[in-house]
């Protein structure tokens, strides 16, 4: 069973790595932020902004608010800048934050029903699974711009989670 203090545990983790990236791509150029790289969402500016927005739609839907408007196809777009999607990054990491510390283990066993634009229709699945798909689309499109800085021949912090700071008694 999905826990309160694995989704805590988990948004630290995810603002944690994400406080890494800001700190990277702030002194990258617009042309190696854009530059396609061969990933799935092509740059790294594609790639953070697409898990922006998958975070801002996946909490609309935990949270039974209105998704954003843009749609998958713009996700690689959703914020113009660097510094546009260092703000909002910020804002997201402290509002699922916030949100993992409300979470209660009755809501996480309830099932969460959506549109999804993706698929074109309803669905309908257990949320705690959600939540856990949730947390692993972040590690994984972070893994990729891992990847893609670490062959620019930068050094992003590590990313295993034991090496959190102030992890906790979880470890």
């Known amino acids: 069973m999905l826990t309160r203090e694995y989704c805590i545990t988990m948004a630290r983790y995810n603002a944690w790595q994400n406080r890494g990236l800001r700190k990277l791509l702030q002194d990258m150029s617009p042309a190696d932020l854009h530059k396609d790289r061969g990933a799935f969402f092509g740059s790294i500016l594609g790639t953070v ?46 509002h699922i934050l916030l949100w993992a510390e409300k979470a209660s283990s009755l809501d996480l066993m309830s099932t ?40 620019m021949g930068l050094t992003p912090e590590a990313t295993d989670l034991f090496l959190m700071p102030d992890q906790g008694p979880w470890l």
Request: charged residues 20%.
């Open 49 to 94: 902004n697409h898990l922006l927005w998958a975070d801002t739609v996946w909490m609309a839907r935990f949270e039974g608010k209105a998704a954003p408007k843009a749609a998958m196809e713009d996700s690689t777009t959703f914020q113009p800048t660097a510094a546009a999607w260092s703000g909002e990054r910020f804002r997201m990491d402290g």
């Open 112 to 151: 969460l029903t959506w549109h999804s634009g993706v698929l074109d229709a309803e669905v309908s699945k257990n949320k705690g699974a959600c939540v856990m798909h949730f947390f692993n689309h972040q590690t994984h499109h972070r893994g990729q711009v891992h990847g893609m800085l670490t062959q």
